[in-house]
């Protein structure tokens, strides 16, 4: 069965929201693509009082200045497209609260009919923490565990009643209600992340591997799943974040998804061919011009990756 290819709308700074989002989102479907997704930066520090994912002297991307809101985004594709799945990867949980997250996902999936994927992580920034969030960023972790269990409760039956450290719901109908239970993908690397990840997560959000990298991983997240005695299949969507180049980029020392249209191809089928990798999303928004450019590269990109039968 060919690899699923979910493609990242335009958020950043180059796109223009009210002309290239409902362009790009009815392309993708058309071309082909399973899936859609978001990420979420809320803000840009200027000067940066924090390295990239915190590490220090690591200067922010220029494609994390002025990212559009992804919950609007989300929505506005979904008005326009009738079978790609809806997703996240990630959406900060702890920068929304768990309740009015937990309604906005269940409404998204009965208007989209069934194709939310509400993909969750819990964020590095200290200034997006500090400018707005459910939660201290070292409570972090315990507001992703309560917006979990919000989920299970606001998209169960009614009455709804949940008592937490950050949400109190008083028994209550609380609609609308999802087509189904929204699946949950996390974004995990160790610790307490990749326990919760197997103890309660539908899919795991991996992101910045090789394929070498990505397999071991994996390795490690099964047998995780296996001690602690999880059975159901965990889905997998990993994060491609491609910088194209026209011309092929020199072997040595290639980042994954780095390069020509025949190398992100070649990272395709090397990161499909492990087994239980089951969808590649494809953010190819930072080195595009426009809507117009977005869609044609991911048109080629589309074709290139199915005409090598990946």
Known sequence: MPIKLGLSLPQMHQFDLSRD????????????????????????????????YGVPGLEW??????????????????????????G?????????????????????DAASNGRAVAGLGTGWSHDEYAAGSTGTFEERGAVLDETLDVFAAVHGPD????????????????????????????????????????????????????????AGAWKGVNDLAAERGRTRPLDVCVRANVRYTPQPVDASGRQPF??????????????????????????????????????DRAREVHAAVREAGV
């Open 21 to 52: 989002l409902v362009p790009v989102a009815r392309a993708a479907e058309e071309t082909g693509y399973d899936s859609l997704w978001v990420f979420e930066r809320t803000l840009f520090p200027t000067p940066a009082t924090q390295g990239l």
């Open 258 to 295: 780095h390069g020509n249209v025949a190398q992100i191809v070649d990272d395709v089928a090397a990161h499909a061919a492990i087994d239980g990798i089951g969808e590649i999303l494809l953010e190819l928004g930072p080195d595009a011009r426009d809507g117009q450019e977005l869609a």
């Open 159 to 214: 009455p709804v009643s949940y008592e937490g450290r950050f949400t109190t719901i008083a028994p209550a109908e609380v609609g609308p209600k999802p087509v189904r239970p929204v699946p949950v993908y996390l974004a995990a690397s160790g610790g307490a992340a990749l326990r919760r990840l197997v103890d309660r997560a539908d899919g795991w959000l991996p992101t910045g591997m090789t394929a070498e990298q990505l």
């Open 88 to 108: 996240s990867s990630v959406l900060v949980a702890p920068y929304h609260s768990p309740f009015h997250l937990a309604r906005w996902f269940a409404t998204l």
């Open 61 to 86: 991307p220029d494609s994390y200045r002025s990212v559009a809101d992804p919950l609007v985004t989300l929505a506005m594709a979904a008005a326009v497209t009738e079978r790609v799945r809806l």
